[in-house]
């Protein structure tokens, strides 16, 4: 009799106990990758459109900056950002900040990201924003664009400083 409930009890585990086959398994694992591979690829495209939005603020807090020097007279000068895009490709777009009423030489020079390009000024040339003392009002009374592109996204964004000194985008 104990043997019959061994018995009973072994093919009852037997019937019970099951496995993962080879092909469950696979298809489990091309449905992780298929879902890894598209979460991966939708978090690299989000952060070269974010590329674009955070070189515009820095660009944007660096006029600003240069403003607040006008404003406060540091050195008895007013300030600028000088925004150069070289004739040569080899050279990378920048932007650097100088004091007095023209740009002569930076006394800091920034980099555009790789990826970010000047769409105005075009290639070859250039565009100086100077801002008055006490005022902060743009030393041009006219309004001066400079436009951004990413080469990833191919979309641009136009930084505006009117007369008055407003900076927008």
């Not at 080879?22 to 992780?32: F, G, P, Q, Y």
Request: no cysteine; net charge negative; hydrophobic share 35%.
């Amino acid at each position: 009799m104990n043997f019959n409930v061994f018995q009973r009890i072994s093919k009852y585990f037997q019937r019970k106990s099951s496995a993962f086959t080879l092909m469950e398994l696979l298809i489990v694992v091309a449905i992780t990758t298929i879902l890894a591979g598209v979460g991966i690829s939708s978090y690299i495209n989000q952060q070269r459109a974010k590329l674009l939005d955070t070189s515009v603020q820095e660009i944007v807090g660096y006029l600003r900056y240069s403003q607040q020097k006008s404003i406060a007279q540091e050195g008895s000068n007013q300030w600028g950002i000088h925004f150069e895009n070289p004739a040569d490709e080899d050279e990378k777009d920048f932007y650097a900040l100088y004091t007095g009423t023209s740009y002569t030489s930076p006394e800091e020079t920034r980099y555009l990201s790789s990826g970010i390009e000047y769409e105005s000024p075009t290639a070859g040339n250039n565009i100086d924003v100077s801002f008055d003392k006490l005022t902060g009002a743009s030393a041009t009374s006219t309004t001066q664009s400079i436009t951004i592109k990413s080469t990833v996204t191919n979309s641009t964004t136009t930084i505006s400083i009117s007369g008055q000194g407003l900076i927008s985008y």
